[in-house]
């Protein structure tokens, strides 16, 4: 129940298209989301992160879509670009928690 | 604005012995968590302290353990290392118990 669940493992874009990253989880107790983006050597930033009572929420090129009901949110990158080439981690926390629960991690790679 | 440090960046062991790591977070925070990030895998949670308590342990075993000093930095101390403790180690600093996580770069253990 702890769990969140990423796809796909890696995926490969074209410039300029949408990259489309999805998260699934089961405990309904936990209520914020954010997305995190990695580079080789580097920790994970933090790079968006939304509340379930909100459905969508954008912030540049980067959108997340939150569906409370089926419980599962999405990360869409739109217009991708080389630069956003990274490794992407979805994860989950409960305010009455400390841990931030991870999904396994998305490598997407933008080809030029 | 000096981000979240962590020493050393990169360190070698031997099976059996011990190793600290060390963390500064950013001025000002006063929440700091441990992560361990096994090579393609999402961070696994180690440890919360909070105003220089203990918040929040994971499943790790004894071997690990933390502490939070008077000026909110923190050491994670690693005995008996096994060679599944080979990870990126990543420290994280917030000014709340549970939003705004930064992360520094990791501490790179390799045990051989």
């Known amino acids: 129940q702890q769990q969140v669940k990423q796809s796909p493992q890696s995926l490969i874009v074209q410039k300029g298209g949408i990259s489309i990253i999805n998260c699934a989880y089961e405990?309904?107790?936990?209520?914020?989301f954010p997305w995190y983006q990695q580079f080789p050597g580097k920790g994970p930033a933090l790079l968006i992160a939304?509340?379930?009572d909100v459905s969508e929420k954008k912030e540049g090129r980067f959108t997340i879509s939150f569906n409370k009901s089926a419980k599962q949110f999405s990360l869409h990158i739109m217009d991708s670009q080389p630069g956003d080439s990274a490794t992407y981690f979805c994860?989950?926390?409960?305010?009455?928690?400390?841990?931030?629960?991870w999904g396994a991690g998305t490598k997407l790679i933008i080809k030029p | 604005d000096a981000g979240v440090t962590q020493s050393p960046t990169h360190l070698i062991k031997t099976r059996g012995q011990h190793v600290t790591l060390r963390c500064s977070p950013i001025?000002?925070?006063?929440?700091v968590s441990w992560y361990q990030q096994v090579l393609g895998q999402g961070p696994q949670f180690i440890f919360q302290?909070?105003?220089?308590?203990?918040?929040g342990r994971g499943n790790f075993p004894d071997r690990f353990s933390a502490r939070q000093f008077p000026n909110y930095s923190s050491e994670l101390n690693v005995n008996a290392l096994l060679l599944g403790d080979s990870a990126l180690y990543l420290c994280?600093?917030?000014?709340?118990?549970?939003?705004?996580?930064?992360f520094g770069s990791g501490t790179r253990l390799t045990v051989v």
């Open positions: 994280a600093s917030s000014f709340s118990v549970t939003y705004g996580y930064t």
């Open positions: 001025s000002g925070h006063k929440s």
């Open positions: 302290y909070y105003e220089k308590e203990e918040r």
């Open positions: 405990n309904t107790a936990f209520d914020y």
């Open positions: 939304i509340r379930p």
């Open positions: 994860a989950a926390i409960m305010d009455s928690n400390y841990q931030l629960i």
